[in-house]
């Protein structure tokens, strides 16, 4: 699930934390592995949401900072990653000097972004060869979560929803392309999302919802899991995600 746009982050930091915040490791771990993510590189999550990234490079020994528009997201990746140099911000004012990162990582976090003005504003704070690595979701018909929005699309009355083209293959790497970077890697991988009862299932796909809305759409998202039930009443969505690592 993406999270909704500005400071409507805020209400639900702690919610999104505990029911999605994980969920993009798979990413996440693919993109340190690319770019080398070790001792002494200097790393920023931009639009670190949380602080899962974070908490992973700094235990590979990277000096971390990250930032984010939302000061509740980063009161909860500061418990996470409590080392990280955190500053309020979004990817079109990166609040630190030129060149001050080696690797600067955005996961489902740069779509959200003046996008032209953010490939800036990375390049500016890399220094020279530094890494950009981007990851995001993967086209819906990689998503077993598709079906449960296009439920929910269905029950509110609305078209089911399109791919942007950085979902789709090759996306990521136009994006590159587009800020002037020269692709290093890029790869697809699985994620998996598992809620262990109706009650989590539609807190998690509706996240952020009324509970009017909740009550209304709730049922279209519970009988759209029904293929994705074990015998144990757990609903596991395979998911996919795509990522790519360009160089400055």
Do not use: Y
């Given at each position: 699930?993406?999270?909704?746009?500005?400071?409507?982050?805020?209400?639900?930091?702690?919610?999104?934390?505990?029911?999605?915040?994980?969920?993009?490791?798979?990413?996440?771990?693919?993109?340190?592995?690319?770019?080398?993510?070790?001792?002494?590189?200097?790393?920023?999550?931009?639009?670190?949401?949380?602080?899962?990234?974070?908490?992973?490079?700094?235990?590979?020994?990277?000096?971390?900072?990250?930032?984010?528009?939302?000061?509740?997201?980063?009161?909860?990746?500061?418990?996470?990653?409590?080392?990280?140099?955190?500053?309020?911000?979004?990817?079109?004012?990166?609040?630190?000097?030129?060149?001050?990162?080696?690797?600067?990582?955005?996961?489902?976090?740069?779509?959200?972004?003046d996008q032209g003005p953010a490939l800036a504003e990375v390049r500016r704070v890399l220094a020279p060869g530094g890494l950009l690595a981007l990851a995001g979701w993967a086209e819906r018909s990689r998503n077993e979560l598709g079906v449960l929005e296009a439920a929910v699309?269905?029950?509110?009355?609305?078209?089911?929803?399109?791919?942007?083209?950085?979902?789709?293959?090759?996306?990521?790497?136009?994006?590159?392309?587009?800020?002037?970077?020269?692709?290093?890697?890029?790869?697809?991988?699985?994620?998996?999302?598992?809620?262990?009862?109706?009650?989590?299932?539609?807190?998690?796909?509706?996240?952020?919802?009324?509970?009017?809305?909740?009550?209304?759409?709730?049922?279209?998202?519970?009988?759209?899991?029904?293929?994705?039930?074990?015998?144990?009443?757990?609903?596991?969505?395979?998911?996919?995600?795509?990522?790519?690592?360009?160089?400055?």
């Amino acid at each position: 699930m993406a999270p909704p746009e500005d400071d409507g982050w805020s209400p639900i930091a702690t919610e999104w934390a505990t029911r999605w915040g994980g969920f993009a490791d798979p990413a996440r771990r693919a993109l340190l592995d690319a770019a080398a993510v070790g001792t002494g590189v200097r790393l920023l999550d931009a639009g670190c949401g949380s602080g899962e990234l974070l908490r992973l490079a700094a235990d590979r020994g990277a000096a971390v900072a990250g930032c984010d528009p939302s000061p509740a997201m980063l009161a909860v990746a500061g418990r996470s990653a409590p080392e990280a140099d955190l500053r309020t911000g979004g990817l079109e004012a990166l609040p630190w000097p030129d060149g001050a990162f080696d690797v600067v990582t955005a996961v489902n976090a740069l779509h959200l972004a003046d996008q032209g003005p953010a490939l800036a504003e990375v390049r500016r704070v890399l220094a020279p060869g530094g890494l950009l690595a981007l990851a995001g979701w993967a086209e819906r018909s990689r998503n077993e979560l598709g079906v449960l929005e296009a439920a929910v699309a269905a029950a509110d009355g609305e078209p089911p929803a399109e791919d942007p083209e950085d979902r789709l293959p090759g996306g990521l790497e136009a994006v590159l392309a587009a800020g002037g970077f020269a692709l290093v890697a890029a790869d697809l991988v699985e994620a998996t999302w598992t809620a262990v009862d109706d009650e989590a299932l539609v807190a998690g796909v509706l996240l952020g919802e009324d509970v009017g809305t909740k009550g209304e759409l709730g049922p279209a998202v519970v009988a759209a899991a029904a293929p994705f039930r074990s015998s144990d009443g757990v609903v596991r969505l395979r998911n996919h995600l795509r990522w790519a690592v360009g160089r400055r």
